[in-house]
């Protein structure tokens, strides 16, 4: 599994839009709306990197208002939920 976290910029009057179409996706598993530098961050879940290659630059990128995107891909993940389920095993 590859996940990449996708930060984009867009015009300011499609952030909804933008965000809506996205979501709909599939390989798109959420699109979080952010304070800050960027807009929007788009979280992609796909098998493998060419899958990763065409979302972003055949599907992602051709949606109308976005003006600028960097894409990061994950090398691990480290969530509180995974932790907490590694360490209650045997735990009642």
Same mark, same amino acid.
């Given at each position: 599994?590859?996940?990449?976290?996708? $930060?984009?910029?867009?015009?300011? &009057?499609?952030?909804?839009? /933008?965000? +809506?179409?996205?979501?709909?996706?599939?390989? !798109?598993?959420?699109?979080?709306?952010?304070?800050?530098?960027?807009?929007?961050?788009?979280?992609?879940?796909?098998?493998?990197?060419?899958? $990763?290659?065409?979302?972003?630059? &055949?599907?992602?990128?051709? /949606?109308? +208002?976005?003006?600028?995107?960097?894409?990061? !891909?994950?090398?691990?993940?480290?969530?509180?939920?995974?932790?907490?389920?590694?360490?209650?095993?045997?735990?009642?």
């Amino acid at each position: 599994m590859v996940t990449a976290l996708v $930060l984009l910029n867009v015009e300011r &009057n499609k952030v909804n839009d /933008v965000a +809506g179409k996205l979501a709909e996706m599939e390989g !798109i598993s959420e699109v979080y709306s952010v304070a800050g530098e960027f807009d929007l961050v788009a979280i992609i879940r796909v098998k493998e990197n060419e899958a $990763l290659a065409e979302m972003v630059t &055949n599907h992602l990128l051709k /949606v109308g +208002g976005i003006t600028r995107s960097q894409t990061l !891909i994950a090398f691990r993940v480290y969530s509180r939920h995974d932790l907490e389920a590694m360490f209650s095993i045997g735990e009642k």
